[in-house]
């Protein structure tokens, strides 16, 4: 993806449509982490103040054996 596509369609729609690719499986995981310096800069924090991480993996059905 190139970060340009429509999002006023789900993004499980655009991967399907667009990219042939259909979610079968996905994981998620949130963490507290200290914000990176570019993170911390645009939302006008403190260097060592904490932000919630999100780790997001989908599977496409046809490589799930």
């Given amino acids: 993806m190139t970060g340009n596509e429509d999002f006023s369609k789900p993004l499980y729609e655009i991967l399907e449509e667009k990219y042939k690719v259909r979610a079968s499986l996905s994981y998620e ?9 570019h993170i911390y800069k645009k939302l006008n924090i403190a260097a060592d103040e904490p932000v919630l991480f999100r780790k997001r993996l989908v599977y496409d059905e046809s490589k799930i054996q």
């Avoid at 995981?29 to 310096?37: D, G, S």
């Fill in 29 to 37: 995981e949130l963490t507290a982490i200290k914000a990176p310096q």
